[in-house]
């Protein structure tokens, strides 16, 4: 059963996030390509309908309203984020500045996840915010005028940089973040191609309030690395597998894994390179290999967060030990993934040791197969049925609704390859 062929995966969740947000604030209509279909930049879509934005999607094309420089309404309702963190951080950041009042509500989930990393530096512009034991959802925003700010991030982190840089454009004077360490930059990337000012020097960057709208896009988004990350584990550990990933997003600041892979000793290859708006975009080649353990350190962590329970099912098929350091932030997505990814591996028969801040896992260990806990979390449904394909048992997991979450039809898409 090897993966053998090519595939296209839906576009990028990231980059979609901002895409819809910051065609809002354009200057006519924005079409939007191969936006990801999941559930998460669908909560997003239905949130700015909610603040009077017009989003049609014609034909397979997203078409947005842009509405000027100030083109909210006040909401008839609570934005509901769902499980999306993104969306509830950065529209925290996106609205800040505008006269209305807000209420920001989520899931079980999303409600058990911080909000104040994000509208504690917001709040030092002026924003106006209130929250559930002064950290959790629901929490309330009033917008009002913002001055600037010149921020240093505790910690790396891409949803807290973007939710100031985006208040920022509507603050009194320039504002700065400046970050420990690199972390994505679609938010950068993407408002210099619509116009905005940015300064960018090492891992500072800076915004001046706009003085006109953004400017109206036509943007094919990239496909998803993170969903790509699926397939390339998959295509690594499934023998006598060759498979071709066509345009996959592969930002400098997105591929830790990729790097992290090849030092395992992967075989992926990367041809075609272009570039879209500033989003550097290629087709990976993956064929099955050989891997060795690695040890992942705490600075790569930012760019590497959301592919770490891949790693693990990766290291339990090396030979030596793979560590995992300094990811603490796990403990706080749709799960607590370091005990999500530990606790299934194990039930697996892996040889995999939980830590306060990551994991280590000593490989090669043949894989059980059998029940899945997903614990709602859709990287760690698409992980372990990634590590059906090599286990002995087909697994069954207790929730596959949450891959939706991301990548909707990742389970047929995954069974399609196999299957050639």
């Not at 006040?74 to 984020?81: F, I, V, W, Y």
């Not at 505790?154 to 985006?166: F, G, H, M, T």
């Not at 930012?302 to 932030?329: C, H, K, M, R, W």
């Not at 990551?358 to 090669?364: L, M, T």
């Amino acid at each position: 059963m090897a993966l053998q062929g090519e595939i296209k995966l839906p576009g990028d969740k990231s980059i979609s996030h901002r895409a819809l947000m910051f065609s809002a604030l354009g200057d006519g209509v924005s079409r939007l390509d191969n936006l990801n279909p999941g559930v998460d930049v669908r909560t997003t879509w239905e949130a700015l309908i909610n603040c009077g934005i017009q989003i049609e999607d014609k034909n397979g094309a997203v078409h947005v309203q842009g509405g000027g420089l100030r083109p909210f309404q006040q909401p008839e309702r609570a934005l509901n984020c769902g499980n999306s963190g993104t969306t509830a951080r950065l529209m925290l950041g996106l609205l800040a500045a505008h006269p209305i009042h807000v209420q920001f509500i989520g899931d079980h989930s999303l409600s058990r996840r911080p909000m104040d990393r994000v509208f504690r530096p917001l709040q030092q512009m002026g924003a106006n915010v209130s929250a559930q034991e002064r950290k959790f959802l629901p929490l309330m925003l009033s917008g009002r005028g913002l001055w600037a700010l010149e921020y240093r991030l505790p910690y790396a982190s891409a949803q807290v940089k973007s939710a100031i840089l985006l208040a920022g454009l509507h603050a009194r004077g320039s504002t700065t973040v400046k970050s420990p360490a690199y972390s994505r930059d679609h938010t950068e990337q993407l408002l210099k191609a619509m116009g905005a000012k940015l300064k960018i020097n090492g891992r500072a960057v800076s915004v001046s309030p706009l003085t006109k709208p953004l400017q109206a896009i036509d943007f094919s988004i990239p496909g998803d690395f993170s969903a790509a990350a699926f397939f390339i584990t998959a295509g690594l550990l499934v023998p006598d597998s060759d498979l071709v990933i066509r345009q996959v997003g592969v930002n400098p600041t997105r591929i830790a894994f990729l790097h992290a892979v090849q030092e395992m000793g992967a075989q992926v290859t990367i041809a075609n390179r272009n570039e879209i708006h500033g989003e550097a975009v290629a087709d990976l080649r993956v064929r099955t290999s050989a891997l060795k353990g690695i040890t992942i350190h705490p600075e790569q962590i930012a760019n590497l967060i959301d592919e770490l329970p891949l790693i693990a099912l990766l290291g339990s098929q090396a030979t030596g030990e793979t560590v995992v350091n300094g990811a603490e932030e796990l403990r706080v997505k749709e799960s607590d993934r370091i005990t999500s990814i530990v606790n299934n591996m194990l039930g697996w028969g892996a040889k995999i040791f939980e830590r306060p801040d990551g994991f280590s896992i000593e490989g090669p260990t043949p894989l059980s197969g059998g029940i899945v806990t997903t614990y709602g979390d859709h990287r760690i449904a698409m992980t372990m049925s990634v590590a059906g394909l090599i286990s002995e048992q087909t697994p069954v997991l207790d929730n596959t609704k949450c891959i939706d979450i991301s990548h909707p039809g990742f389970l047929d898409e995954l069974r399609d390859l196999s299957d050639k």
